[in-house]
């Protein structure tokens, strides 16, 4: 079967300018998770959904960053205002229950210039 | 604050022999532990898992061991084959039902032919 979905596998814009990151999960998972990974580390905890509510989403750096999923399927994670820190590599995970393994997309490799 | 710590970035193991990866962990609160495998443009893909109930889990030519005294895990892979050449990922979380992973940076895996 199809696995995480992410869209579009590169992103390259301009600092100060507004992108959406588009996450499609494995059919029927009710959790969905955002990470970012930067170059040399491991992927860093985002945000996480169950259904369509943000059950924890502790691990967005700042009010730039926002998260929906409103159908409980797909999410987008959005990013305001990007700065040239924000590059990485950001990976969405999805489980088919809370406590199940987590299973990662390709991830979207984000550059801002 | 790194709370999961792999501290060799490389590994170079020859094949047929065992490959150890290490990792080392500071949370106390942590009691369920992952191994992840990462290829060049691909998403993390989960390899094996343990609960901080045991000290061993196997699967296949995977094992992982857990030192809840010393804060330390380590994967052992026998053999090794080129295909497991990599990036190894350990994750850790508080409890099974945790949703939120702390990776270590990650260990690259080469298996020499």
């Known amino acids: 079967g199809a696995g995480v979905s992410q869209t579009p596998s590169n992103k390259v814009t301009e600092k100060g300018k507004y992108v959406e990151l588009r996450c499609d999960p494995i059919s029927g998972h009710t959790a969905l998770y955002w990470y970012r990974q930067s170059l040399g580390q491991g992927p860093e905890f985002l945000i996480y959904f169950q259904g369509t509510g943000a059950a924890d989403d502790s691990g967005l750096p700042n009010d730039r960053f926002f998260a929906v999923r409103p159908e409980g399927s797909v999410s987008t994670l959005k990013i305001q205002r990007t700065e040239r820190g924000d590059s990485a590599v950001y990976l969405c995970?999805?489980?088919?229950?809370?406590?199940?393994?987590?299973?990662f997309g390709d991830g979207t490799r984000l550059s801002i210039l | 604050d790194q709370q999961v710590k792999q501290n060799s970035p490389s590994l170079s193991v020859q094949e047929g022999r065992i490959s150890i990866l290490n990792c080392d962990y500071t949370n106390s609160m942590f009691d369920y532990f992952l191994w992840y495998k990462k290829y060049p443009a691909e998403g993390p893909t989960f390899l094996i898992s343990?609960?901080?109930?045991?000290d061993k889990n196997e699967d296949g030519r995977f094992t992982v061991f857990l030192n809840k005294s010393a804060k330390h895990l380590s994967l052992h892979i026998v053999p090794s084959q080129p295909g497991d050449s990599a990036v190894y990922f350990c994750?850790?979380?508080?409890?099974?039902?945790?949703?939120?992973?702390?990776f270590g940076q990650g260990t690259r895996l080469t298996i020499n032919p």
């Open positions: 995970a999805s489980s088919l229950t809370a406590d199940s393994a987590q299973h």
């Open positions: 343990i609960s901080s109930i045991k």
């Open positions: 994750a850790a979380s508080e409890g099974q039902g945790a949703q939120k992973l702390v």
